[in-house]
């Protein structure tokens, strides 16, 4: 296994990509990757004084997914941050054959995963002084950097969620009832096969070959997801316990999502419009319980990963960012 120096990345220029070798755990070595934009002396002089200059952004990608969103790293720097994204171990990039996609037992796992990601982000800085650093997380990755952030609380400037999976679909009584039975299926077999729950309508709305306008490595990010298994789905309902909980997050937290969830087991034209992934009403008031700066944005029309949603939508979201990056600390 390569490691050790930039490569060229998947996306091609100007992406690079860099492994984060991370040890072993049950299934054998474990990597993951980080992935910047290459900028040039321009890029830097005309975004010098945009509302994120001296920002660090990290994103880190939902379940069944990994970074691709070239235009999210461009529109980002534009606004003058430094932009970096992280596929997790198991994911992406960082997928290896004898690994089960996505598997882990606890999601305090990736504290290992961002904690190699930023001290070669800091390495980049040939120690400069500190930049501010404002993750960015989406669905899954949006609780895990919520839970991460938590436990770090010195490392952290601002965060910015992407339609964070932060609750159950059914609400946190739904969590409540199935959540015993899910540990208890972790215990005695946490890579038993579950039934699959995805119909493929968040593929079809943001694939070219649907409703969308995106194309990807399917391998990467299935049309249907991952398989699902009890060990990964326990630490999902730990992870959003805690937060119902209150995380007691004492930094600007931006929450990106849609005006609507259709969750329903026919395809409806409306979905091209919605979150067909999780319950946005439910998660619009557990985002409260991050901590006490909240600002929930609600965007109409956009899908489950707002960024992909259609221009207009895209461009409100980054307004939104642009907007809420006036309130972090200087």
Do not use: C
């Not at 215990?187 to 309508?201: K, S, T, W």
């Amino acid at each position: 296994m390569e490691t050790g120096r930039w490569r060229e990345d998947v996306l091609g220029p100007p992406f690079e990509r860099l492994e984060l070798p991370l040890g072993e755990d049950t299934e054998g070595p474990v990597v993951a990757t980080l992935v910047r934009r290459r900028r040039s002396p321009n890029d830097l002089l005309l975004h010098a004084r945009g509302p994120l200059h001296g920002v660090d952004v990290l994103y880190v990608h939902g379940w069944s997914d990994y970074f691709f969103q070239v235009e999210l790293a461009e529109r980002v720097e534009r606004l003058g941050a430094r932009f970096h994204a992280l596929d997790l171990r198991k994911y992406g990039r960082s997928l290896r054959p004898h690994q089960t996609p996505g598997n882990v037992d606890d999601l305090a796992v990736y504290d290992e995963d961002i904690g190699a990601a930023l001290d070669a982000i800091a390495a980049e800085h040939h120690g400069g002084p500190r930049r501010r650093l404002v993750p960015m997380g989406h669905s899954t990755g949006g609780l895990t950097l919520s839970l991460w952030a938590a436990r770090h609380p010195e490392l952290v400037d601002g965060l910015v969620l992407n339609s964070p999976w932060l609750e159950f679909q059914a609400s946190a009584v739904g969590r409540a009832l199935v959540a015993p039975v899910i540990r208890l299926g972790a215990r005695r077999n946490p890579l038993a096969p579950m039934p699959a729950v995805d119909p493929g309508f968040y593929t079809r709305t943001v694939s070219a070959a649907g409703e969308g306008s995106w194309t990807y490595d399917q391998q990467w990010r299935p049309d249907r997801g991952f398989p699902l298994h009890p060990n990964w789905l326990a630490a999902v309902f730990a992870g959003q316990e805690q937060v119902e909980r209150g995380l007691g997050i004492g930094v600007p937290t931006l929450v990106l999502l849609s005006d609507r969830s259709m969750l329903q087991p026919r395809w409806d034209d409306g979905m091209a419009r919605a979150d067909v992934a999780i319950n946005v009403d439910v998660v619009a008031r557990r985002a409260l319980s991050l901590g006490a700066e909240v600002t929930v944005r609600r965007l109409h029309g956009a899908l489950h990963d707002v960024v992909l949603s259609v221009p207009a939508v895209r461009e409100q979201a980054y307004d939104a960012v642009a907007r809420w990056s006036a309130s972090l600390p200087r």
